[in-house]
């Protein structure tokens, strides 16, 4: 499997990076700004892809999900890049997308939507604050927009992901959220 994560230069990516490479035989192109030089220590790992880009980009978007099968886009996207998002994949070998996002304000909603009625295989993860120096995985999956926990940590979100691409088939066309236990 080869898995396209966009944004990679994020917070979530790492705990995720790592985690795939660890824990499946997937390779990964990383994707995002500069990430020649801020994810240069995967530069010599021979699964691992480097290619700058820009999520405002449809056609870097398209040129960098050829031959993958799943992507993660770690962002709240608003509408032109989860458009943007949409359309690169639409056109490419990659059919399975996982967003993280938040309970944010109506631009990243409407992100969402674009999201969810694609044609694409979608898992949409909303998530609460993330907690700040938390490195314990510890989660529940919900479908409630608010079970009242309040917190989630980074570790945590990037071992569901891992599970979600060890097993394509969960959580499919599905909008759900994480919450700390």
């Not at 820009?54 to 999900?65: T, W």
């Not at 926990?149 to 992901?161: E, K, L, N, Q």
Request: hydrophobic share 35%.
């Amino acid at each position: 499997m080869k898995v396209l994560i966009l944004a990679a230069t994020g917070q979530i990516s790492s705990y995720l990076i790592p985690d795939l490479l660890k824990q499946t035989d997937a390779d990964l192109v990383l994707f995002g700004h500069n990430v020649d030089t801020r994810l240069s220590q995967y530069a010599d790992n021979d699964r691992v892809t480097l290619v700058n880009g820009d999520l405002n980009s449809q056609k870097q978007i398209a040129a960098a999900a050829q031959g993958t099968d799943f992507a993660v886009l770690n962002l709240m996207a608003g509408v032109p890049k989860a458009k943007n998002t949409v359309e690169g994949l639409k056109g490419s070998t990659c059919k399975r997308l996982v967003v993280t996002g938040g309970h944010c304000g109506p631009a990243a909603a409407r992100g969402e939507d674009v999201i969810n009625q694609s044609p694409l295989n979608t898992t949409y993860i909303h998530m609460p604050w993330i907690s700040e120096g938390d490195e314990k995985v510890h989660y529940r999956v919900t479908h409630e927009d608010n079970d009242g926990s309040h917190h989630i940590s980074r570790p945590s979100v990037a071992d569901f992901i891992t599970k979600l691409v060890k097993d394509p088939s969960q959580y499919s066309n599905d909008d759900l959220a994480l919450y700390g236990d």
